[in-house]
Nanobody
Framework: QVQLVESGGGLVQAGGSLRLSCAASTRTFSMYAMGWFRQAPGKEREFVAAINRSGGDTAYADSVKGRFTISRDNAKNTVYLQMNSLKPEDTDVYYC?????????????????WGQGTQVTVSS
């Protein structure tokens, strides 16, 4: 069982930045590809970014490419999402997730462990 705890969400003005962190309670963190997703009330969970086990390969949704950066520190069992040039439409609850796949994966069903989510609100 892997527990994931997100932090770093909050309220920011459009054009601002936030960095989300996700700490994993496992000694085998490097055996999991990691991903970030977001979800608005009444909508499906949406892929944002993913990173492979070693951190050398990443994938992004088109809507965030060039603005968001995913990274990981396997020594700290933590994955990050740096979010720059934030827009009001980025407002959502953001979730991190762990997958047993090797590479960065996009589908929600590829992930087996999920955090509780952190709220990101971007004001216009």
């Amino acid at each position: 069982q892997v527990q994931l705890v997100e932090s770093g969400g909050g309220l920011v003005q459009a054009g601002g930045s936030l960095r989300l962190s996700c700490a994993a309670s496992t000694r085998t963190f490097s055996m999991y590809a990691m991903g970030w997703f977001r979800q608005a009330p009444g909508k499906e969970r949406e892929f944002v970014a993913a990173i492979n086990r070693s951190g050398g390969d990443t994938a992004y949704a088109d809507s965030v490419k060039g603005r968001f950066t995913i990274s990981r520190d396997n020594a700290k069992n933590t994955v990050y999402l740096q979010m720059n040039s934030l827009k009001p439409e980025d407002t959502d609850v953001y979730y991190c997730a762990a997958s047993s796949y090797v590479g960065p994966v996009r589908p929600v069903y590829s992930y087996v462990y999920w955090g509780q989510g952190t709220q990101v609100t971007v004001s216009s």
